[in-house]
């Protein structure tokens, strides 16, 4: 019977989220609900806020709403986090209402696409929306994650902005749009954001919340897994993977079954195995005439590896994947 193994001293990558020192804010305390007005802020004693959080959903308490996750989370972290529920985007005024953040705007457009949340696939405008108040459709913009990212950067120019959640995630590389019928290129580029995550991004967004409250600068958070931002050129000393072939319009080849019998496909095929059952034949009256003796001074092969003949891989951590460009999938008639 096999006995339970203690893994708790292997070595991991991923550092726990449990292990990082708290911010000085937790002193503060855990809020009933946080905070999505001044008036609530000062209730809580607060002058400012160390996160605010934009959502194109309704601020629910609940973990079947991404942000009160996020929020959640980083306050249990020690940061002070607001929340700015589905904003009048027609002017910057509303992103500030609890004043200016003190680490980072997280924007999102919501638990849903906010195209898909707003028309149907017949690119008709729905009439509801189950994540507003009432249902009511229309209290987002389309395209919420651009237009909230920039507004927040009109905003406060020099607060760094954080895009996540699944428009972000799905948007993160040049992108074939339904909605405007063509390759759309980086979300990143179009919300002129600083970070984008994507993905579960929990453990991302925790490191990069202590790191900006280290005074690390935004831009110098470069390794964070799960993160895209618009660099020039590759650093010095990686190594870069050309995948920037795109496919060719020509004919589709079907796979093969691999589980499909010779002479199943044979019969599927109208024809007949009869050369392949005399080949069988002939091989099993061969087979019956080797001796014993023939067949214990077979060997084994064995292969030995020449040093000299390796295959150059570059390493893992080092290599960067080089993609089509926007321009070159804009163009590509498939």
């Known amino acids: 019977m096999n006995a339970p193994v203690d893994v708790s001293f292997f070595q991991r990558a991923a550092k726990p989220l449990t292990s990082y020192r708290k911010y000085w804010a937790a002193r503060f305390g855990t809020a009933k609900f946080l905070p999505t007005t001044r008036k609530e802020m000062d209730a809580l004693g607060w002058d400012s806020c160390d996160v605010i959080v934009v959502t194109g959903d309704a601020y629910v308490d609940h973990p079947s709403f991404g942000m009160s996750v996020i929020g959640r989370m980083l306050e ?94 799905l948007r993160r590389i040049a992108h074939y749009d339904y909605w405007s019928d063509k390759v759309r290129r980086s979300v990143v580029v179009d919300a002129k954001c600083d970070l984008l995550l994507y993905g579960n991004a929990e453990r991302a967004i925790v490191e990069i919340a202590h790191r900006l409250a280290a005074r690390e600068p935004v831009h110098e ?90 295959l150059k891989v570059p390493p893992r951590d080092k290599s960067v994947i080089r993609l089509p460009s926007y321009e070159q999938v804009r163009a590509d008639p498939v």
């Not at 200016?100 to 457009?109: A, C, Y």
């Not at 000393?237 to 691999?258: K, L, Q």
Request: charged share 25%; glycine share 8%.
């Open 76 to 169: 249990a972290q020690g940061f002070r986090v607001g929340i700015i529920a589905q904003p009048d985007w027609q002017s910057a005024e509303p992103f500030k209402a609890l004043g200016k953040p003190n680490l980072f705007f997280g924007v999102t457009s919501g638990n849903m696409d906010s195209m898909i949340n707003r028309y149907t696939a017949d690119r008709k405008i729905r009439s509801d929306d189950a994540y507003t108040p009432g249902d009511i459709g229309g209290k987002r913009p389309d395209r919420a994650a651009i237009v909230y990212s920039q507004r927040c950067k009109e905003a406060w120019n020099d607060v760094p902005i954080v895009l996540g959640g699944i428009e972000g995630s």
């Open 221 to 310: 958070i470069t390794d964070v897994r799960g993160t895209a931002y618009v660099r020039r050129e590759t650093p010095e000393g990686w190594f870069e993977i050309n995948s920037t072939s795109v496919d060719e319009p020509g004919r589709v080849e079907a796979h093969v079954n691999p589980y499909l019998m010779v002479s199943d496909q044979a019969k599927a095929n109208g024809a007949t195995c009869a050369k392949e059952d005399e080949a069988q034949a002939v091989a099993d009256v061969a087979n019956s005439n080797v001796s014993a003796n023939v067949v214990a001074n077979i060997k084994p092969l064995v292969f030995v590896p020449n040093p000299r003949v390796q």
